[in-house]
């Protein structure tokens, strides 16, 4: 079978591989859709924190049964339509006795420690797969970004009328921003690329958009939208309840936290590598609570599949871009130049 490759940074190779043999317990699944993270992107570009080379990437996909266990416990049969849970957890750590899997201390998500999707058949336990329940393969390959940005809006705790601020309107950015506004947040989204914003207004009707395009544009949009207060001689801006950082940059994890309010939240979805100096008595200042959100549970999964089934979210509409899986050099290669002007890119693996 072919599977495509990262060999090294800004290179990328379809390969032919040896096809992988299901295990009692495992499906076999045919590759359908895959669709290129921003972490994919930040490996192709040498600036993921995640990644060793070579390695096939890919964490986002949906998948047809071709072997399965018959009369298995989950209910899965051959010919179903499926996506999957693509974080491996050890059991073994502190982490994973607490429950807490997402956070596994030895985590191996597919495609970042572990080798991943981007190939034409892979085997999966069964615990780790879920019927699509009738979406389209394409729409399934969305719902693993979805789970991440859904996951880190319920670290939240989003309240109806919450004032939320998504800084990255990537793929990953646009799916919180989605999910917070489901919980009745007033959510406005920001990032540095105009043509970015105004898809994700058109599409997705947010309360508004901010275009982060020099040093001070976020915090006058954070007075003009949330309002200020003159103390002592200085105006201080009130800053949104919840502020989500889906970048991975120290720049917008700085943005969030002036952005923010006192007594507000700030959620961190992005990977990044750099560090950041900055008063961190403003987190004691303002009395934040800062969350990190990694990841996303089996639920998750469960919980948004039945959430696009029932027409709560069209996730078709952030898909912006097709490549046959045998162009994958060139799709991480446009995607790379192309950034701003590309939201969901599938790779094609039906043919």
């Known amino acids: 079978m072919k599977a495509i490759y990262i060999v090294e940074p800004g290179k990328v190779e379809v390969k032919e591989v040896e096809k992988p043999v299901r295990k009692p317990g495992e499906a076999l699944l045919k590759i359908l859709y895959g669709g290129i993270c921003g972490s994919d992107l930040g490996s192709y ?8 080379y070579p390695r096939i990437p890919g964490h986002e996909f949906s998948a047809e049964i071709m ?55 892979i085997t999966m336990p069964l615990e780790r797969v879920f019927d699509g329940k009738g979406l389209s393969p394409k729409v399934l390959t ?27 309107s990537g793929t990953i950015g646009v799916l919180a921003a989605i999910a917070a506004k489901a919980l009745g947040g007033q959510v406005y989204i920001s990032d540095v690329a105009k043509e970015k914003l105004d898809y994700a207004m058109e599409h997705f009707e947010f309360a508004g958009t901010i275009l982060n395009d020099s040093p001070h544009a976020l915090l006058q949009a954070a007075r003009e939208i949330t309002g200020s207060i003159s103390i002592n001689g200085n105006e201080a801006i009130y800053g949104f309840d ?17 952005a923010a309010a006192f007594g507000g939240k700030v959620v961190i979805i992005g990977v990044g590598k750099k560090n950041l100096d900055f008063n961190f008595t403003m987190i004691q200042k303002k009395e934040l609570n800062v969350y990190g959100s990694r990841n996303a549970m089996n639920k998750d999964f469960i919980e948004l599949i039945d959430l696009v089934k029932d027409g709560g979210v069209d996730l078709e509409k952030v898909i912006t871009h097709e490549y046959p899986y045998e162009e994958g050099a060139k799709a991480f290669e446009d995607f790379s130049s ?14």
């Open 142 to 168: 969305a719902i693993e970004p979805f789970c991440i940005g859904y996951h880190g809006i319920q670290r939240a705790g989003i309240k109806k009328g919450d004032k939320v601020l998504v800084v990255g």
């Open 338 to 351: 192309n950034g701003a002007h590309m939201l969901k890119v599938l790779l094609d693996f039906t043919k």
């Open 67 to 121: 072997e399965i266990d018959e009369n298995n416990e989950y209910g899965l049969k051959k010919g179903m339509i499926v996506t999957c849970n693509p974080y491996f957890n050890c059991d073994a750590c502190y982490s994973c006795e607490k429950g807490l899997v997402n956070a596994c201390m030895d985590n191996h998500t597919m495609g970042c420690q572990t080798d991943g999707a981007f190939c034409q058949y």
């Open 45 to 52: 570009r040498g600036t993921f924190a995640y990644f060793d």
């Open 242 to 258: 919840v502020c989500i950082e889906a970048v991975g940059q120290p720049s917008t994890f700085q943005d969030c936290i002036e």
